[in-house]
């Protein structure tokens, strides 16, 4: 079992920045990978970004590549997100996730892939 927990959300205007966490705790090294997800009211689920634990390969959506930065603490056994020039379209409840493989995973914006979730962090950008 991998126990994730979100924080740092909160409220910030356009433009600016938050950084949010996702701890990991239990068999992390279980885990290939962790990726963030997002969803706005009234919509899907939207992959975000992911990292994997071991050597750092990163992905991430279209909508957020060149403002968004995914980083781990292998230490720490901790995920950041890295958010600038935030706007209000990205306003949702960000949700960190695990698979329970250590295996490569096929395609990491699909929510299928992922077997452990945080309680997700509100994120709201005013504008």
């Known amino acids: 079992q991998v126990q994730l927990v979100e924080s740092g959300g909160g409220l910030v205007q356009a433009g600016g920045s938050l950084r949010l966490s996702c701890a990991a705790s239990?068999?992390?090294?279980?885990?290939?990978?962790v990726g963030w997800f997002r969803q706005a009211p009234g919509k899907e689920d939207e992959f975000v970004a992911a990292?994997?634990?071991?050597?750092?390969?990163?992905y991430y959506a279209d909508s957020v590549k060149g403002r968004f930065t995914i980083s781990r603490d292998n230490a720490e056994n901790t995920v950041y997100l890295q958010m600038n020039s935030l706007k209000p379209e990205d306003t949702a409840v960000y949700y960190c996730?695990?698979?329970?493989?250590?295996?490569?995973?096929?395609?990491?914006?699909?929510?299928?892939?992922?077997?452990?979730w945080g309680q997700g962090t509100q994120v709201t950008v005013s504008s």
């Open positions: 990292i994997v634990w071991s050597g750092g390969s990163t």
């Open positions: 239990g068999r992390t090294f279980s885990s290939y990978a």
């Open positions: 996730a695990a698979p329970s493989t250590a295996q490569p995973m096929g395609i990491f914006e699909d929510k299928a892939e992922y077997d452990y």
